[in-house]
């Protein structure tokens, strides 16, 4: 047959990319209960629609070639849920996928084709870091910080990383500028791995605390979601993706609205507390107003008085910041601010309208805040919603003090502001209120306290509000659902078919 030995000599090439690292490697993560990096791609996009960049690709290094098949970084284009996404993923099996010149012109393939043909991209991380001894000395300077635009993020479409095992050097840079990072539990990011840190510092130092999930979602907050297998944290990716555009000149998808979304929210009574002293979960709050279970909570273990969620309401997407009074009273602290104007940046970079829920007794003061920088914080949070274009909605519900008041949308800062009847607007909390202005403790007169406490409340009503017209509408709380759904029909962005103007699409990805 014509051509028999070049077909015969294609197909031990594919053979050999396609064992990766080899049987005894994949073998021993299927014990561990991983998947391998082909297999991730498998169980993550639509099947059958995988077209691989680069399959044949191996080392520049004429002593390692022949152990580095796809150079370890399998690369290309595939469906999620029916649209086109780009992929990269990392082939521990294969050098610990380090990252190399040749597998380095992979990723930035699939970067460039992804941006410029409006494709979400996918990084399924997994590295040893830096492969040596191609960085080492002045030939290994040679070969980096030859693309300028390497680390250049313009949230033209939307990047998401998955931490699956070691991730050090290229997957914890892209994971930092990546718009949704998931992490399986049991996988450690950092800059460098805990072998070489505790050289580095001359002490031992446990991965965990290095870089585990509790230090990433809770602390750092460099990673959105920790869950307990691959599978999982694949299912969040394809979650993530389903409430944003392909790119950013695209509203997002719409779905079909569950049977029985407009229950909950009539029964939010049952959620509330009558006494504004008592807490609540505000997330409760959120699924009752939005589409039946269609609310995503991301960074949920991280400044945890404010809730920042996707959801959908009448099928389309929406972003919920919501105060949440179950922790700190609901008191935005560095790690608040910081999420929040993050999540703002996502938004208005895809087009996503965001709802403003209310209920803040101010900022968390003391010296902690200020060694972290707290006024800087509240600014940077107010310079990123000063620029927000898409719609915004404001619900007051309850509390909204003092200068919070202005970052949590209100004043001019929304489009529209609604109030429940238990609003509250005061400067600070009215029986705090009367002892500052007034110097009158409850324990010493408590007949005139309660008068000057009744005179303070009546002023910070939702009514008071409302009759200065800076608040354009007070509403049953029942209803918040019907009234954002109509409200966000109002403001749609009409004009430019639903596209914001991504004034925010620069924004630093990590601060």
Known sequence: MAFEKLIEDLKHREAEALAMGGAEKLAKRKAEGHLNARERIEQLTDAGSFIESGRYARSSRPEVKHKTPADGKIAGFARIDGREVGIVSNDFTVLGASSSVVNMKKIKHVKQAAS?????????????????PDRMGAAGRAIIAQDPAEYQRLRETPWVSALLGQCYGSSTWYSAMSDFVVMRKGAIMAIASPGVTSIAINKTIDPEELGGWKLLTGISGLADLAVDTDEQALAAIRLFLS???GHNMAPPPEYPVPQGSDDACRKIFDILPESRNQVYDVRKIIAAIADLDSSFELKARYGKSIATVLA???????GFIASNPMFKGGALDADACQKVTSFMVLCDSFNIPIVFLVDVPGFLIGVEGEIRGMPGKVINWLNALSQVTVPKVT?????????????MGGGKNTDELACWPTADLGFMDPAVSVNVLHGVKREDDPERFDQLKAEVERDTSAWGLAELYEAQNVIDPRDTRDFLIRTLQVHRLRLRNGVGEHRLANWPTSF
Request: net charge positive; aromatic share 8%; charged share 20%.
């Open 312 to 318: 959908r309401l009448d099928g389309k997407s929406v």
């Open 243 to 245: 409430y944003l555009p």
């Open 116 to 132: 410029k043909r409006g494709l979400p991209l996918v990084l399924l991380g997994e590295s040893s870091g830096a492969r040596m």
């Open 395 to 407: 619900i007051i519900m309850r509390k909204s003090y003092g200068q919070a008041y202005i970052n």
